[in-house]
């Protein structure tokens, strides 16, 4: 048994990633036309905040970010634990000499800049160390682990099995059935395959919110320019007069609030070692249970997530008093505008982060995506097909062609968008969603409702020169038609 299972370990490490690519031609489905039926292997999420006691309206950001939903482009990936509070966990000198968090004077002295246009807020936990502490968070809690177990199913009695995989891989059930793949090299291909598809897709975002006074923000702003500027008189360069005049009237300007958002990206870490220990090691089901192994994947630290990078935002909470919402909701709807906005900003800076989306049609070019994944007029993506090598089983995607996003054509898919038409136009929200405003969950309700039900005009933000007839519940691309076709996924490039 031993002995097989070694075998095992050792084809998932020796077996080449890449062979002669064959397509596959023959499995492509008939173009769906809803994007939901649109089937394909999405990277997986899981969120968690900070739980900052000190942030003005902690309560209600934090209860939104609970019920918010994922974004769609992701598998729903949570954990059960979705906050914590910083603050008591320590940190030592060592702690951040080993973390290389010492700074330079002048790294030092741009950070605490930047801190400054968070407007002076409350600031209960260093942000320096603010990584340090979601690392210790992380071991203290087996994030990564319970993270590998939610993709083995693990159950009580500590088994494993693939259905989960499967599921949301489309994979053939006997060929991910792990006794199946010790004897057969398709097998092995599958489970493979699988783990460089979706468990090595495997993400995790932790935010912290500020509920920000735009006027704090503005002063900041303008202080930091001037600042700026001494720096560059300093070294004889010139600063545009106009420049220093916008800073004044932005100043002059601002008012309301806002909530912002830091958010700090993390991949789960699977490679073919890792996989092969879990296999070797931890793996058990029905048929092979092993208590020293189930006690093994208990306490193991093997799984880690690696630090990409981060990543900050901002939403504006809109006036309440034209429309007839509530305050609270309208602050629920910033805290998951800034969300999403942050989401869009780590998709563009960190390639690794870029998720797929289906095209919905091939003429004319389109795809659910818009406003929400921070798309711009003239934004440009690549079309794949997903081929799939015969002999090997294992899934690359070929490039086979370009698209960018058409002028004025461009879906307004944020969540609460109809708010954000009622402040433009200055019109009250439609009555059914004002009748049911009476109480700040019936308000946030009626707002989760509509998120997935969404049609709505181009903003006056981004309508130009192309004038849409009727609304919008899809964003078209410029691109040679008739070469793509619904089903086919686009990665954006810049």
């Known amino acids: 048994m031993k002995r097989s299972l070694l075998s095992f370990c050792f084809l998932l490490i020796c077996i080449p990633s890449l062979f002669a690519q064959v397509a596959n031609t023959a499995a492509v489905p008939a173009p769906p036309t809803d994007a939901k039926a649109i089937k394909y292997r999405r990277s997986s999420l899981h969120m968690i905040m900070l739980d900052d006691k000190g942030l003005v309206n902690a309560d209600l950001i934090k209860r939104t970010f609970i019920r918010m939903p994922i974004p769609d482009k992701f598998n729903n990936h949570l954990l059960a634990g979705r906050s914590f509070d910083p603050k008591p966990i320590s940190v030592t000198a060592e702690e951040r000499k080993l ?3 010492k700074q330079s004077f002048a790294e030092s002295k741009s950070r605490n800049l930047g801190g400054k246009l968070t407007g002076g807020l409350v600031d209960t936990t260093n942000t320096e160390d603010i990584p340090i502490k979601i690392e210790k968070y992380f071991n203290a809690n087996y994030v990564a682990r319970d993270l590998v177990a939610k993709w083995f199913n693990r159950s009580e009695k500590g088994t494993f099995d693939m259905k989960l995989i499967g599921e949301r891989g489309s994979y053939d059930a006997s060929a991910l059935d792990i006794a199946t793949a010790k004897s057969s090299k398709r097998g092995v291909s599958a489970v493979a395959d699988a783990g460089e598809e979706l468990i090595n897709n495997t993400f995790v975002v932790v935010t912290r919110y500020n509920y920000v006074s735009m006027e704090n923000v503005a002063a900041a702003a303008k202080k930091a320019g001037k600042f700026a500027a001494s720096l560059m008189a300093a070294s004889g360069n010139t600063i545009d007069s106009k420049v220093l005049a916008a800073g004044d009237s932005l100043t002059s300007q601002a008012t309301g609030y806002a909530v912002e958002t830091n958010s700090y990206l993390y991949k789960l870490v699977w490679n073919d070692s890792v996989e092969a220990v879990f296999y070797q090691s931890y793996w058990i089901d029905e048929s092979s249970y092993d208590e020293a192994k189930k006690r093994a994947f208990d306490t193991t630290h093997l799984f880690t997530l690696q630090y990409i990078g981060d990543a900050h935002a901002r939403a504006n909470v809109l006036a309440s008093n034209r429309m007839g919402i509530a305050q609270d909701t309208l602050i629920a709807k910033a805290t998951i505008n800034s969300f999403e906005a942050v989401i869009a900003k780590l998709q563009k800076k960190y390639e690794v982060f870029r998720t797929k989306t289906p095209l919905l049609s091939g003429d004319p070019i389109t795809a659910k995506i818009g406003l929400k994944e921070g798309l711009e007029a003239g934004d440009k993506f690549e079309v794949l097909e997903q081929v799939l090598d015969e002999k090997t089983g294992r899934t690359t995607y070929k490039r086979v062609g370009k698209i960018k996003v058409k002028s004025g054509m461009i879906w307004d898919n944020r969540f609460g968008a109809e708010y954000d038409q009622a402040a433009a136009t200055g ?61 086919m996924l686009i990665r954006q490039r810049n």
Request: without cysteine; charged residues 15%; hydrophobic residues 35%.
């Open 99 to 101: 973390m290389g968090q």
């Open 427 to 487: 019109q009250p929200v439609a009555a059914q969603s004002t009748a049911a405003v009476s109480t700040e969950e019936a308000s946030m309700d009626d707002m989760f409702s509509k998120a997935s039900a969404k049609s709505q005009p181009v903003s006056g933000a981004t309508a130009v020169p192309t004038t849409p007839v009727g609304p919008i519940d899809r964003t078209t691309f410029i691109g040679e038609e008739g070469s793509f076709y619904s089903g």
